[in-house]
């Protein structure tokens, strides 16, 4: 079996302690640290036709998102670059009501490496937060919020709605993502921005920061 297979097995199968040397093996061997991210996020992937499919349950999307966190540990150092702070600060958080992490925080990652401040706000995060997080810091760029369930698309548009009532807004841009979010839908809800990925997302910061 590849290493890299191995990477992706072991994230399906929630093997937190041992995905990280398996990554790190993988490394070793001359793997592309993006082909092995892929690899783990395909495996996520795999993770939810299971779940969609009644195969599995929670408990075992949990132990695969924490397999995937300990894989992208040990990645991190080789996808980031290292650059801090030169592009200015942006804002990042999963709306309210959404507890997935794994996308947002690739995101995080990539435009930190971008060279951003990133502050994260972490998951679960209501409008009325992001809105006092900008007034504390009222120099930040760009806004990035991330909505991983079509459940949790209302909140992202009332998060929007609500940053778009403020006399803020003119100085910040917004910029939205997440797995069931289209372009179509972040224009809809006013949104400066829509990226698919972490990568493109990275780019679309900074797009939007210049
Ligand atoms: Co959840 N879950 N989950 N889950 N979960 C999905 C999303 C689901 C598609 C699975 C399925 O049914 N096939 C489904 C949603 C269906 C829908 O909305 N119609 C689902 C469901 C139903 C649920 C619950 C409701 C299950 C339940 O309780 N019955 C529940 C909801 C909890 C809640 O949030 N309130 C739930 C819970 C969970 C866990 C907590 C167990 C766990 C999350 C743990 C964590 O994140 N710490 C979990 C997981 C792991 C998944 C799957 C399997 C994997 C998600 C993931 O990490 N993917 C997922 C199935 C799937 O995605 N195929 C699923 C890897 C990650 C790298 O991709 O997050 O898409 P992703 O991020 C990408 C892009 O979307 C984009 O870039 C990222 C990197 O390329 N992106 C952005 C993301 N944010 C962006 C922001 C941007 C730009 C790009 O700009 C700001």
Redesign the pocket.
């Known amino acids: 079996m590849s290493k890299i297979t191995e990477v992706a097995e072991l994230v399906e199968k929630g093997k937190a302690k041992l995905v990280g040397a398996a990554v790190q093996s993988a490394l070793d061997e001359g793997c592309e640290a993006t082909e092995i991210l892929n690899s783990m ?1 395909d495996a ?2 795999v ?3 299971r ?2 499919n009644g195969e599995i349950f ?1 408990p075992e ?2 132990v ?2 924490r397999a ?2 300990k894989g992208v540990e040990v990645l991190k150092p080789h996808l980031a670059s290292g650059a801090t702070g030169s592009m200015g600060k942006l804002i ?1 958080a999963t709306v309210a ?8 925080n ?2 995080a990652m990539m435009i930190e490496s971008a060279g951003f401040e990133v502050i994260d706000l972490g998951v679960d995060v209501p409008a009325s937060k992001v809105i006092e997080c900008y007034k504390e810091n009222p120099d930040v760029k760009v806004i ?3 909505a ?5 698309m209302p909140a992202l548009k009332d998060t929007v709605a609500a940053l778009n009532a403020e006399d803020f807004r003119s100085n910040v841009k917004i ?6 979010i289209t372009k179509k839908f972040a224009d809809e809800i006013g949104a400066d921005g829509y ?4 990568a493109s ?1 990275a780019v679309l910061a900074k797009a939007l920061a210049a």
Do not use: C, N, Q, W
């Open positions: 996020i996520m992937a993770v939810g036709e779940f969609k929670v999307m949990l695969a998102a995937m966190k990042i009501g959404d507890l997935h992490d794994i996308g947002k690739l995101v990035a919020l991330s991983l369930l079509t459940t949790t910029m939205v993502g997440g797995a069931p990226s698919e990925d972490a997302a």
